[in-house]
């Protein structure tokens, strides 16, 4: 591969890693904890995040890094929620090892999951587990906004021991108690209803939205994909549009997408990327990934699960086309507006262009 940098196009900087220090480790249940950072004031403006972005962290000199959700509400400190993955190696080594004063890399924030969140009058959330971080931020955001109605938020979990951040919407339900619905789901612990005490399937969500919560504007789905994937299908069945769904996944548990067929005649690829407002042109061998070819020349290039989840890696393809193989992180509407995921893109035409901060 050839690279060649044609000069500065903007003045955008595109997502970049900053060392911050843990300023505060909280315990939120016996396995997971909430991570608060010190931004320095130079970085605020790059922290700034709107509900919904995450960032990616990595340790210092390591090229592992894994995404973790915002949960804080906008213009409080940047706070993360770790859970332990058992087995997990970065989850594993935060809730064993690192100590308030230790410095991780954290990315710029990036992701688009909270994007159709200002409008919306009666938001609804569903999350499961891990997955109540962006989540815990949207919803808080939306309860400041006064021309929120109502938010209505369902909480899944196995017990009421698992549920992070359990105080802190205690505080928001005493806060708002008419403007927010939140329900409790514990599948391993009784309560008075037995449709809150079950995992629920297709039918338990149809039941606890229509007897516990009110009209709903725009759905927001995070937690295990099991579970995104049946609670969206239960709202498609019940005639909910599938454009007011969003959905964030933590992790696919689907076997790796199979590698795409090679395009005959198809070897070396034209590309040229715009990212941070500066331009990169290079060629590289169609039988790989734009962003591997791209990592060799620019060493910032976005990235975190280089599995199509996190959605950290999207460009917009302004110029010839490329196939993807996973597209876990993006919406209907981003696809068809050109959005990639470069982690899962190989070139299919001659001559590619690539805009990262489109
Ligand atoms: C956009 C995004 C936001 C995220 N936000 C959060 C967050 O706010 N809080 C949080 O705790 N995590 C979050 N995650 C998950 C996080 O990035 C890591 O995947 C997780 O902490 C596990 O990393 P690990 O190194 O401990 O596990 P690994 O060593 O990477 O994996 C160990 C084993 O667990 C499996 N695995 C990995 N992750 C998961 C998972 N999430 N669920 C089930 N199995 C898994 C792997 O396939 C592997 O078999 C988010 C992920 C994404 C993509
Ligand atoms: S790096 Fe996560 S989707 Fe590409």
């Given amino acids: 591969m050839t690279a060649l940098e044609t000069g500065r196009t903007g003045h955008l900087a595109g997502p970049t890693f900053h060392p ?3 300023v505060e480790i909280e315990e939120l249940t016996d396995d997971a904890v909430a991570l608060r ?3 320095p004031a130079e970085l605020a403006g790059e922290f700034a995040f709107t509900p919904g972005q995450h960032v990616a962290v990595r340790v210092p000199e390591d090229e592992e890094r894994r995404s973790y959700s915002v949960c804080s509400a906008p213009g409080a400190p ?19 090892r690192l ?29 499961a587990g891990s997955g109540i971080t962006p989540i815990l931020a949207m919803a808080t955001a939306a309860l400041t906004d006064p021309a929120v109605e109502r938010v209505s938020l369902v909480d899944i979990n196995r017990s009421q021991r698992d549920v992070m951040f359990l105080d802190e919407l205690a505080d928001l339900k005493d806060r708002y108690p008419e403007r927010l619905q939140l329900v409790h789901v514990l599948t391993r612990e009784p309560q008075e209803s037995e449709l809150l005490s079950v995992r629920p399937d ?3 969500i149809t039941r606890i939205r229509t007897a516990l919560l ?39 548990d689907a076997a790796p997408a199979p590698d795409l067929p090679a395009v005959p005649g198809l ?18 061998s169609a039988g790989e990934t734009v962003l591997d070819a791209l990592l060799r020349t620019r060493g910032d290039a976005p990235y975190a699960c280089k599995g199509g989840v996190c959605g ?44 990262y901060d489109a």
């Fill in 20 to 22: 911050l220090r843990v």
């Fill in 37 to 39: 950072f010190e931004v």
């Fill in 78 to 96: 940047l706070r993360v929620g770790v859970r332990r993955i058992p087995g997990g190696a970065f989850s594993g080594a935060v809730l064993d």
């Fill in 99 to 127: 100590r308030p004063g230790d410095e991780l890399e954290v990315m710029t924030p990036t992701g688009r999951f909270g994007a159709a969140l200002p409008g919306l009058r009666r938001p609804g959330f569903v999350a």
């Fill in 202 to 204: 297709a039918d338990g």
């Fill in 214 to 252: 009110g009209d709903v504007d725009g759905w927001f789905l995070c937690g295990p994909q099991g579970m995104v994937t049946t609670v969206r299908d239960a709202l498609l069945a019940d005639g909910i549009e599938g454009g007011s769904i969003h959905t964030e996944l933590f992790h696919a």
């Fill in 267 to 284: 070897d070396s690829v034209e590309v040229e990327a715009r990212l941070g407002g500066r331009r990169s042109a290079y060629r590289m």
């Fill in 312 to 355: 950290t890696c999207r460009a917009r393809v302004v110029e010839g086309s490329v196939a993807m193989a996973a597209s876990w992180a993006l919406e209907p509407d981003e696809i068809a507006r050109g959005d990639v995921l470069t982690c899962q893109s190989r070139p299919t035409s001659d001559r590619v262009v690539l805009d």
